[in-house]
């Protein structure tokens, strides 16, 4: 009989996941958000899917794809902000800080 864990892992959802982020065979989508990455020029509207081991967004800004990968190992504070939005979150990683906003309910 094969564990729930096995199944999850074979889920389209996590199949497309770990294709598009090239993540390990075992990666599962723990959570999802509808969101805003935040940038100088403008905002790429997408999803933060939060695996045991990354951060990653996809979205799209310009008509153009975007995404990106953050280990959480090298995460090292995830902060609330009402900047530039309510329901804003401020990432900081070792090389990077992003700004996401959410969209709960939009």
């Given at each position: 009989r094969r564990s729930k864990r096995f199944e999850r892992e074979k889920?389209?959802?996590n199949e497309r996941l770990r294709s598009k982020f090239h993540l390990e065979e075992d990666a599962l989508i723990l959570q999802e958000y509808n969101c805003a990455l935040i940038y100088a020029d403008?905002?790429?509207k997408g999803k933060l899917y939060v695996t045991q081991?990354?951060?990653?967004f996809s979205g799209s800004l310009f008509g153009k794809d975007t995404k990106a990968v953050y280990p959480l190992e090298d995460v090292v504070t995830l902060e609330p902000t009402?900047?530039?939005a309510p329901n804003s979150?401020?990432?900081?990683?070792t090389s990077s800080e992003e700004r996401f906003t959410f969209l709960a309910g939009r």
């Amino acid at each position: 009989r094969r564990s729930k864990r096995f199944e999850r892992e074979k889920t389209p959802e996590n199949e497309r996941l770990r294709s598009k982020f090239h993540l390990e065979e075992d990666a599962l989508i723990l959570q999802e958000y509808n969101c805003a990455l935040i940038y100088a020029d403008g905002s790429s509207k997408g999803k933060l899917y939060v695996t045991q081991h990354y951060l990653c967004f996809s979205g799209s800004l310009f008509g153009k794809d975007t995404k990106a990968v953050y280990p959480l190992e090298d995460v090292v504070t995830l902060e609330p902000t009402d900047s530039p939005a309510p329901n804003s979150m401020l990432m900081t990683s070792t090389s990077s800080e992003e700004r996401f906003t959410f969209l709960a309910g939009r």
